[in-house]
């Protein structure tokens, strides 16, 4: 087993794993993060797209012991529990851009990362391309791609960007 310590979503964590456990499994399964989904295990689909020391990373390729000592931030995380959602969140929920919801998490923690790399200003032909990584089985993306260009602008003004 080894000791891990993190940050996960503002908490401090410690625990001890099987160094072979992946983040996914950690979050899911230890924390009962479950908004971070498991889709293909491997790392084809971005469901379980979190952030890790802010940069979007999918965690069902990165063992827990790599977190050891860092910050990781869920799609729980985005919004505290009773708190509004996160602008992302909140153009998701209005611009129609998830269908069963399965993906949704790590599209918004994609969406979120993609924000803060690349800025407000988002060219569908940019988030289209960003979003590779990320497999929807529901929509014909266009609604995502239209939410996420709504949530870039709302996170201009929002402070909890």
Excluded: W
Excluded at 8 to 26: C, I, K, M
Excluded at 56 to 84: F, N, Q, R, W, Y
Excluded at 90 to 109: D, K, S, V, W
């Amino acid at each position: 087993m080894a000791k891990i310590s993190l940050i996960v979503n503002g908490n401090p964590v410690t625990a001890n794993v099987d160094p072979r456990t992946l983040l996914v499994q950690f979050l899911r399964e230890n924390l009962r993060l479950t908004g971070t989904h498991v889709g293909c295990d491997t790392s084809q689909c971005g469901a379980c797209v979190v952030h890790l020391d802010g940069k979007a990373v999918k965690s069902c390729t990165t063992l827990a012991v790599m977190a050891d000592g860092h910050e990781v931030t869920t799609i729980e995380g985005l919004a505290a529990d009773g708190a509004p959602l996160h602008p992302m969140q909140e153009a998701f929920r209005e611009n129609h851009g998830l269908q069963c919801g399965f993906c949704t998490p790590g599209m918004i923690m994609t969406a979120v990362d993609l924000v803060h790399r690349k800025g407000h200003d988002l060219s569908d032909e940019t988030i289209r391309e960003e979003l590779e990584g990320n497999l929807c089985r529901c929509t014909g993306y266009q609604n995502i791609v239209v939410s996420i260009a709504a949530g870039a602008k709302a996170m201009a003004n929002s402070d909890r960007a």
